[in-house]
């Protein structure tokens, strides 16, 4: 009858033939929790900003829209207020509309200042980690050739 091959000693032969640096991988993990965490930071941030902007807006909004529904003695002063009220919210519009596109600039400058960061950090990890595989490969080359001969 054959014999039934044991898995789990050829699994522990291919892993132990294809060793794994864990401390590259919490390493890892660790710099994308950071990265992570500042991203968010941002984004709150540019949350907060944004909902003070749309709250500011909608108070005077509704003040101006208080003042618009006063009653009024003559007709041509309705005509008036109808004018004044579109004009002043023509106004907030553009001063609001460019408060939010200052909090987005902000948000587009913080975030590609984290990315380059975060790149020119992975970057330099990846040298390492070339410059240290390749010095393992040498001196298992070395190694190699000095017992050859």
């Known amino acids: 009858m054959a014999k ?28 994308q929790a950071a990265l992570n965490e500042k991203l968010s930071g941002v984004a709150l941030s540019a949350a907060e900003k944004s909902a003070e902007i749309s709250s500011k807006w909608t108070k005077e909004a509704l003040a101006k829209l208080a003042e618009f ?12 207020a109808m004018t004044d009220f579109a004009s002043a919210n023509a106004e907030a519009a553009a001063e609001n509309m460019a408060a939010f596109a200052e909090v987005a600039k902000k948000v587009q400058m913080d ?4 990315m380059m960061a975060a790149g020119k950090d992975l970057q330099e990890d990846a040298s390492k980690a070339v ?14 050739t000095t017992a050859a001969k």
């Open 111 to 114: 975030t590609v200042e984290l």
């Open 4 to 31: 039934t091959q044991d898995f789990n000693t050829v699994m522990k032969d291919i892993m132990g033939a294809f060793p794994v640096d864990t401390k590259a991988m919490e390493d890892a993990f660790k710099n």
């Open 69 to 80: 529904s006063k009653a009024k003695a003559e007709p041509a002063d309705y005509a008036k």
């Open 131 to 144: 410059k240290k595989a390749t010095d393992e490969v040498t001196a298992a080359a070395k190694k190699a």
